[in-house]
């Protein structure tokens, strides 16, 4: 058998025309045959002017064995990382936890409590963490369906603050019981996942969903092509207003909800002081946070050059309003200009609409500013300054408390 640099020789001593002829002989012997796996082997040797029944090369794989091309094409790599799998596993890992947390609830842990604040933690960390993943699978397959359904995944996440709250007012009504409510409250949660479970297989056996699945499979794979390395800062000139603008507006809603809103108290208003922050305060933000985003299917107002206008005013108006209402009255020294139950409640309800509705008109506008190539950085970009709001508005937070105890 040749090794590579006793072929090389070979062929360096044939001269092309003697191997342009030989080739074009057998080649017009057997046209008809040109994937005969014989007739490969011996126009391969004709090149090396050396025909014979074995292998010129046996050292180099490029498939494994018993894997064909053929083979390759007729039968593409399986998916692993596919997203209804993810979803499903993400909802199991919730259930189990919720299940975990349910288990504390009913036991006493008064005597373990620094083991219980660390599995506690753990919990936390691996539900939101699963939670991610199903958020990203469920946008995932969004996105092969019609651009309409993208609404309605949005209104999906909105609405589960309302179920939220609705399961949390429902638990405090069935027993003012703490660890009873506390069982009823994530026993509801389980249930509710195992209905999305459910409903989740269903929807992969929808006529539209199996439509728009396999058009995805039948398109071709499209070239990759080099583009060149995205220019960061040209893209962020183009969307820095937005991206102030989103700033400010999660900075002003973290710093308020549900930090400070969850402890302005009653004054006026004859209800149970339990009932009073589940109801008027997470039910009435995550209600009116829904509502937010329906407006921007009719109208989109001011505009991105605008945008600033609203978002200060909101800035100037919410920033304050609920440090100068009724918030921590039994430790504040700071006067309560603004305390009213009812300014409070329209402020609350101001607060999660305007939240939702500009987020929304964000996200519309990113794209109009960008050119397309550049939407995917432009993006990533919004997300970065999403993120720095919720960040600093939870470092302000911190600030609101020691605020009120000075007087000013």
């Known amino acids: 058998m040749k090794t590579r640099l006793e072929l ?8 092309m025309s003697e191997i342009e002829e030989q080739t074009n002989n057998k080649i017009s012997s057997r046209r008809n045959s040109i994937f005969n796996p014989d007739y490969c082997k011996e126009l391969y040797a004709i090149s090396n002017n050396n025909i014979t029944d074995e292998p010129c090369v046996d050292d180099v794989q490029l498939f494994p064995k018993n ?12 998916d692993k990382m596919a997203s209804p799998m993810r979803m499903i596993v993400a909802k199991l890992v919730i259930i189990i936890l919720l299940s975990v947390t349910i288990a504390l609830a009913a036991i006493n842990t008064s005597e373990y409590v620094v083991t219980f604040f660390i599995v506690t ?6 539900t939101n963490g699963a939670s991610a993943i199903y958020s990203n699978s469920l946008f995932g397959i969004c996105s092969i369906l019609p651009s309409r359904f993208i609404t309605t995944v949005i209104y999906g996440t909105n609405s589960a603050g309302v179920l939220t709250s609705i399961s949390s007012i429902i638990s405090i009504a069935i027993s003012p019981n ?10 509801s949660a389980i249930f509710i996942v195992i209905i999305a479970l459910i409903t989740n297989t269903i929807f992969q056996r929808l006529p539209l969903y199996v439509h728009c699945t396999n058009n995805i499979k039948s398109k071709p794979d499209k070239p990759e092509k080099q583009s060149p ?8 000139k183009k969307i820095w207003s937005v991206c102030f603008n989103i700033w400010l507006t999660f900075t002003i809603t973290i710093v308020n909800f549900p930090n400070v ?3 302005v108290k009653r004054k006026t208003i004859p209800i149970d002081d339990s009932y009073w922050t589940p109801v008027f305060c ?10 937010g985003s329906l407006p921007v299917h009719w109208t989109v107002w001011p505009g991105p050059k605008r945008m600033w206008i609203v978002v200060l005013i909101r800035t100037l108006i919410l920033g304050p309003f609920f440090i100068l209402n009724n918030y921590l009255p039994d430790e504040r020294v700071m006067p309560a200009y603004l305390a009213n139950d009812y300014g409070f409640i329209f402020a609350v309800s101001i607060l999660g609409f305007t939240n939702a509705y500009l987020m929304n008109c964000y996200f519309i506008y990113t794209p109009s500013l960008l050119d397309e190539d550049d939407v995917g950085v432009g993006g990533m970009i919004v997300n970065i300054f999403l993120f720095l709001g919720i960040l600093s508005g939870g470092l302000i937070a911190f600030v609101t408390h020691p605020l009120v105890k000075y007087s000013w």
């Open 8 to 15: 090389s020789s070979s062929i360096s001593t044939i001269s």
């Open 261 to 263: 809103v969850s402890q």
């Open 67 to 78: 894997h064909s091309l053929a083979s390759l094409n007729e039968k593409p790599p399986k």
């Open 229 to 236: 390395r995205p220019q960061f800062w040209k893209i962020f």
């Open 178 to 187: 703490a660890k009873t409510s506390a069982l009823f409250y994530f026993s």
């Open 282 to 291: 997470f039910l009435n933000f995550n209600v009116f946070n829904l509502m």
């Open 121 to 126: 933690m753990v919990i936390i960390v691996f």
